[in-house]
């Protein structure tokens, strides 16, 4: 799993990933273009022949187009921090049982951007400043922890760096989450002790990957493979 910072590179880490695998070989498949394809995910029976998925959160079925298009939009509609943590729980949970446990339990490898970490960090944080451990114990998200990433890899990267990558993007999320001031906050809760320790004591691998200027996406890409097969 791959997660961090709006604009960090995490996309660019899950990309070569991709590349790097299928030249090695494997078969991957790329949920998340399946999603946006046909809204909607696939029965696990037309996942058997592939070895690697690729996925992101929230997903681009249901209720992660809600998520995208409505609730994290910076639409003045001000939906609570509640209300986001349940949404993302909920279109995570629908994930895991029908795509990520049947896969893992197959022996398949899972490369996700973002996950149950996102909501851990960003919802405490969002309007009424939920407790965390009231987001661990919405169902979705317990459920997630009992399957923690093997290697969680959070992507670094000063929050100045981020504003001016997402001003640059041709893309734009429009997202509420796209301030300054709360990507510092956000940063400083990636980097938080707590965080890595609530993810080892899961059995998670926790390591950090540095995507600061004057890397470049190339850097990012190369740094990515190496930690793969440094790690696998």
């Known amino acids: 799993m791959i997660d961090g910072l709006d604009g960090s590179g ?12 299928e030249i090695k070989g494997k078969k991957v498949f790329d949920l998340r273009k399946h999603c946006k394809e046909h809204m909607d995910f696939p029965e696990f029976s ?7 998925i690729i996925n992101a959160e929230p997903t681009y079925s249901h209720l992660g187009i809600a998520i995208r298009d409505e609730i994290v939009k910076d639409n003045q509609r001000k939906y609570s921090g509640l209300s986001t ?3 993302f729980a909920l279109d995570r949970e ?8 049947p896969a893992l339990e197959a022996g398949k490898t899972i490369i996700q951007e973002r996950g149950v970490v996102s909501s851990f960090v960003y919802q405490p944080i969002q309007l009424e400043r939920m407790n965390l451990q009231d987001i661990m114990n919405i169902p979705g998200n317990r459920l997630a922890l009992k399957y923690a990433p093997s290697l969680l890899v959070l992507t670094q990267v000063d929050p100045q760096v981020v504003i001016h990558r997402l001003k640059e993007r041709t893309k734009k999320d429009h997202a509420i989450f796209e301030k300054l001031v709360f990507q510092r906050q956000v940063a400083n809760r990636y980097e938080s002790d707590w965080l890595k320790k609530l993810f080892e004591s899961k059995g998670s691998k926790v390591v950090f990957l540095d995507t600061n ?8 890409k190369k740094a990515a493979i190496e930690m793969w097969e440094k790690y696998n």
């Open 10 to 21: 995490k996309g660019t880490v899950i990309d070569a990933l991709s590349d790097y695998l």
């Open 46 to 52: 037309e996942l058997l022949e592939y070895d690697i």
């Open 85 to 87: 943590a349940h949404a």
């Open 94 to 101: 629908i994930l895991y049982r029908k795509v990520i446990i």
């Open 213 to 220: 200027y004057p890397k470049t996406v190339e850097d990012t």
